[in-house]
């Protein structure tokens, strides 16, 4: 089984609808990520999270919020979203014990018409 | 602010070796990692460079230099396989890694 899952992998919806995306991992990690990436621009910090109660505002966060609900579960939201918001969704996790190298899940594709 | 450069695009032949280079200005560093991402897929991690040197991984090297700011990636005996991008990122000091925009490597027969 996968260490980092996102579910949807893929979802196309419309201006102006809410979207949530989720990540879990069994990596036992307590930092976790969300990014997006576009053609040619590399990976975009949009939210990271060093423990449950910690929340912080990545490069990107304006039209995103995230929730951490639990050590293992952390979700991002689109709360109105806008075509400028299509791209490729990558959820990562990473520890100290493992030198903070970071594990990705595989990716949510979202569209926006 | 913080910055790191790589190059866009690069081509190479299938069995040659390429060096792919990156440069960077972060505010501390605590150590560089190379990562390996096929289109439309999650990234890979490939390797981890703290202290100045070169880290041998079978067909992959990875170099730093931190007085200069630069690292660079070794792949030797080029597969096609090997098509992919490669992204630089660096581990700044509050444990944030600042990516780079990656690296095209285009395998040609």
């Known amino acids: 089984d996968a260490d980092v899952t996102q579910t949807p992998r893929n979802r196309i919806t419309k201006t102006g609808k809410r979207i949530m995306l989720e990540c879990s991992q069994t990596?036992?990690?307590?930092?976790m990520y969300w990014y997006r990436q576009d053609p040619g621009l590399g990976l975009r910090l949009i939210y990271y999270?060093?423990?449950?109660?910690?929340?912080n505002k990545g490069e990107i966060s304006d039209g995103y919020s995230v929730s951490r609900q639990a050590q293992a579960k952390f979700s991002l939201s689109l709360e109105s979203a806008i075509p400028n918001q299509t791209a490729l969704y990558f959820c990562?996790?990473?520890?100290?014990?493992?030198?903070?190298?970071?594990?990705f899940g595989p990716g949510t594709r979202l569209t926006v018409l | 602010g913080q910055n790191i450069d790589q190059p866009t695009e690069m081509t190479a032949t299938e069995g040659a070796i390429v060096q792919i280079n990156c440069t960077y200005q972060?505010?501390?560093?605590?150590?560089l990692f190379w990562y390996q991402q096929h289109a439309g897929e999650a990234p890979t991690f490939l390797s981890y460079?703290?202290l100045d040197g070169l880290e041998e991984k079978g067909r992959f090297s990875s170099f730093l230099s931190r007085s200069k700011g630069y690292s660079y990636l070794l792949l030797k005996e080029l597969q096609m396989k090997d098509s992919a991008s490669y992204l630089c990122?660096?581990?700044?000091?509050?444990?944030?890694?600042?990516w780079g925009a990656g690296t095209k490597l285009i395998i040609k027969p």
């Open positions: 460079n703290v």
């Open positions: 990562a996790t990473s520890d100290e014990r493992d030198y903070n190298e970071q594990f």
């Open positions: 972060t505010s501390g560093f605590n150590g």
């Open positions: 990596k036992g990690h307590d930092r």
């Open positions: 990122a660096v581990l700044d000091s509050n444990y944030q890694l600042i």
């Open positions: 999270s060093f423990d449950v109660k910690d929340i």
